[in-house]
């Protein structure tokens, strides 16, 4: 399957992105500096309709030798802030079969 891009990189890397995506299966996020130190946060729909941050929930694993990768074990809704800042981003997922 091939990677769908969420964010996608800007001519003015100081634009904030937001969007969302749903899943079916688990998925691997790839992205330009991606990682848990940068700004792209990910977040998870809870089942009070909120979103919550989904980087401190159990299934969601930074792929060390892999810093641009992220897995993620449970399918489900999802969003991606890119706030305002100079570091451009562009981030997609694979759903894995």
Known sequence: MAIVTVISATKNAVSGATT???????FVLYGDDLGWDTPVRLLRLGP???????????GVIEVKDYPNMVYIDT???????????????????EELP
């Open 48 to 58: 009070s309709g909120g979103y919550r941050d989904a980087t401190n929930e159990k």
């Open 20 to 26: 969302q995506f749903t899943t079916t299966s688990p």
């Open 75 to 93: 399918p489900g809704t999802f969003q991606l802030i890119k706030p305002l800042t100079p570091i451009a981003a562009s981030v997609g997922y």
